[in-house]
């Protein structure tokens, strides 16, 4: 089954303790990409990754780094993670397509709290 | 940035009847992708219908329509004869190459 998995889907924290959120996809998509969602603002891109060590910041990457070492994995990470950054976080992946006209595919969010 | 709107923060509808979802957008751009996602209370971000800027015919999936406008910058999605099943959150989204914006979403319910 073509999926986007995510983990872990919840996670309770405290400041600065440093997380990883993972994400891997079965689908060998070149495109990857991070998003954080809150009420109220829809949802915002973190990073994005075209393929293999290629990555690139979206609208809010502040607070968060990632790698892609491998084509199917592309994690998360919160070296020093703050309450601001309490939020749901989505992964989604695509192929390349014609100039971006295919779709992502979303995996099932990480609902991640930090106190 | 690139800017996407959604007026409606909610939204109903009667079971069978017809719903239109309003978004607008801001771009400079000619090249571009214009997407619908609906997000159950399950979470998951579904594809709803997609649209191609440079495609002047509106895209249709079933019961999913748009009206794309391009020189106004409008998007809006119109289901048609709504289901329980369609009730959740939509967003709207915009990509242009590989950068995507989304909307704050519109809740829709649909009453029975």
């Known amino acids: 089954e073509a999926q986007v998995t995510q983990n872990p889907r919840y996670l309770i924290t405290v400041t600065g303790k440093k997380l990883t959120v993972t994400c891997s996809q079965n689908m060998n998509h070149e495109y990857m990409s991070w998003y954080r969602q809150d009420p109220g603002l829809g949802l915002r891109q973190i990073y994005y990754?075209?393929?293999?060590?290629?990555?690139d910041k979206g609208d809010v990457p502040e607070g968060y780094k990632v790698s892609r070492k491998e084509k199917r994995n592309f994690p998360l990470i919160l070296e020093s993670p703050s309450p601001n950054q309490t939020s749901l976080y989505f992964c989604a992946s695509s192929t390349h397509g014609t100039g971006g006209s295919q779709p992502q595919h979303f995996g099932d969010g990480t609902r991640l709290s930090i106190l | 940035a690139q800017t996407v709107t959604q007026s409606q923060p909610e939204m109903s509808v009667q079971e069978a009847e017809t719903v239109t979802l309003s978004c607008t957008y801001d771009t400079s751009e000619s090249d571009y992708y214009l997407f619908w996602y609906k997000q159950p209370p399950s979470r998951q971000m579904i594809l709803v219908i997609r649209q191609e800027a440079y495609k002047q015919q509106n895209a249709t999936e079933n019961r999913f329509s748009v009206n794309f406008q391009k020189a106004a910058k409008s998007f809006s999605l119109k289901i048609s004869d709504s289901q329980l099943g369609d009730a959740a959150m939509y967003f709207c989204?915009?990509?242009?190459?590989?950068?995507?914006?989304f909307g704050t979403g519109t809740s829709l319910t649909v009453i029975p």
């Open positions: 989204a915009y990509r242009r190459m590989n950068q995507f914006y």
């Open positions: 990754s075209m393929n293999v060590e290629v990555t």
